[in-house]
């Protein structure tokens, strides 16, 4: 598989190779083949055995024939001029293994002999600064063939740059995943750095976190390979976590105090019912009885306010007092059913299947696709495929009668 690392300078590429790619890789015993400028000593010594650290190609310099360019010189006039050469590391084809000829084929493939003992992987190529190795203009062929190819000698590639558009467009295409690193300067972090998962180069992302560096690592690796010794960035002095805005700590405190006033005050959505005022009941015997009036005037007789009475509602079964209609009847291979609307008033209410009127303790007898009977007790009443309407007594459809 082929990876890509993208991030600007000093933006985590080298931590996240390190901490999470060459490290895990010398742990599962697997040898790892790199440019980064990593600190031997600070490995154990059967992990340093692991390791091969290149600094320029394998791949010999050209030898220039000075007779020969002398003699052109004067034959031609032609000026000797330097053949191109890069000498970065895994710039060429030789720094990917020893040639070895196809019996089948006859084509020489250069591969690394190394094999994992237990799962016979081959090794793993960390390349920093890749644009340098491989750029968009002048990569070999034979290294884009060979990149192509990676999967016969099972190894698998970690490319490692600050921009995609500076690499050979043929190794490009091959990234399975690109990581994506950036600092965490916009957030007030100093020790913590964005990584975003992307599918490909130019592919969806996949998630991304926020990672802070681990101390433990930095042993392993030099950061700043200009110079011998590390020196300190400058960073962005003015900017402030957010957490430490203004804005954000009157929210929080705006936020604190609501809550503690909802607490006291009680919910503000909540719908208050007002209390009802009492109201003596009339004292026994008060019912016709007569008032009193002066002896000049006729005499009246008031009777107390009659008391409503409840409306009357059918009783006896679960369903009294609502609609029953039949929403629909489906004719199944193994069993046929009942789909009931229950309304209230002329307003439907909610569906009850076959299976859930009889669940209710209903015996239903089908006379039709339309007219069902449906028993409770000594109480019978017909579902029909009628529509809900708003009557006095919103009882059931049809007018109940005793069995």
Not at 133 to 145: D, F, I, N, R
Not at 176 to 185: M, N, S
Not at 230 to 252: N, Q, Y
Request: aromatic share 10%; with cysteine; charged share 20%.
């Amino acid at each position: 598989m082929i990876n890509l690392l993208l991030g600007a300078p000093g933006g985590g590429k080298s931590y996240e190779a390190v901490a999470y790619h060459v490290i895990p890789a010398l742990a599962e015993g697997r040898k790892v083949i790199t440019n980064l400028p990593l600190i031997l000593d600070s490995f154990p010594p059967e992990q340093r055995r692991l390791l091969d650290i290149r600094t320029k190609t394998r791949k010999p310099a050209p030898v220039v024939d000075w007779q020969k360019a002398e003699s052109m010189f004067k034959k031609f006039g032609f000026a000797h001029r330097d053949p191109k050469f890069n000498a970065n590391a895994f710039s060429n084809v030789e720094d990917y293994g020893l040639p070895v000829m196809d019996d089948q084929t006859g084509i020489i493939q250069f591969s690394d002999p190394w094999r994992h003992p237990e799962t016979g992987a081959g090794p793993l190529y960390v390349i920093d600064e890749c644009h340098k190795a491989l750029p968009s203009v002048g990569t070999p062929v034979t290294v884009e063939e060979w990149f192509a190819e990676h999967r016969h000698s099972f190894s698998d590639v970690l490319l490692m740059t600050q921009s995609h558009g500076k690499i050979d467009k043929a190794i490009k295409e091959l990234v399975q995943v690109c990581y994506r690193v950036r600092k965490a300067t916009h957030l007030g972090f100093s020790n913590r750095y964005i990584r975003k998962v992307l599918d490909g180069v130019n592919g969806a992302e996949m998630n991304e976190s926020v990672r802070e560096y681990d101390s433990a690592y930095f042993k392993f690796y030099r950061s700043h390979t200009q110079s011998s010794s590390a020196g300190s960035e400058l960073g962005a002095k003015d900017i402030v976590p957010i957490w430490k805005h203004w804005t954000f700590k009157g929210a929080a405190v705006l936020l604190a105090l609501g809550a503690v006033g909802m607490y006291y005050a009680g919910n503000p959505m909540k719908v208050r019912t007002p209390p009802v005022a009492a109201v003596a009941a009339p004292a026994p015997g008060a019912a016709g009885a007569r008032m009193s009036t002066p002896a000049t005037g006729p005499q009246v007789t008031a009777s107390a306010p009659a008391v409503p009475q409840d409306l009357d509602r059918p009783k006896g079964h679960p369903l009294a007092g609502y609609g029953v209609h039949v929403a629909g009847y489906i004719h199944g291979a193994k069993k046929d059913m009942y789909l009931f609307q229950v309304s209230q008033n002329g307003q439907p209410q909610y569906t009850l299947n076959q299976d859930e009127i009889t669940e209710s303790g209903y015996v239903l007898k089908r006379l039709n696709d339309c007219i069902v009977e449906l028993k409770f007790d000594d109480v019978s009443f017909y579902a029909t495929c009628d529509a809900p309407k708003v009557g006095v007594n919103p009882g059931a459809n049809m007018p109940a009668k005793s069995t």
